[in-house]
C-alpha cells in the first residue's frame, strides 16, 4: 500500500481550497454498503487523472 505524506507541486494538482470545493462532490465511501476498500487517497487519485488530462502520458506509465 503506498503511503504518499508530500504533495507535489505540479500545475495540475488541486489546492486545498479547490479539493474543499470537489470533495463533497464525490459520493460517500461506506464500508457497510458494499463495494471495495479504499486502498489510495481519493485526492491523490484526482491528482493523478488531472495530470494524464494536462501532460497527456498514458495512464499506465504513472
Partial sequence: MCVCTCK???SSSLTDA???LVEPLLPV???H???RPLKHD???VLD???YVLVSG???RLL
Fill in 8 to 10: 507535489p507541486a505540479y
Fill in 18 to 20: 479547490e479539493w474543499a
Fill in 29 to 31: 465511501h461506506d464500508p
Fill in 33 to 35: 454498503a458494499g463495494g
Fill in 42 to 44: 481519493r485526492l491523490l
Fill in 48 to 50: 493523478s487523472i488531472l
Fill in 57 to 59: 502520458c498514458a495512464w
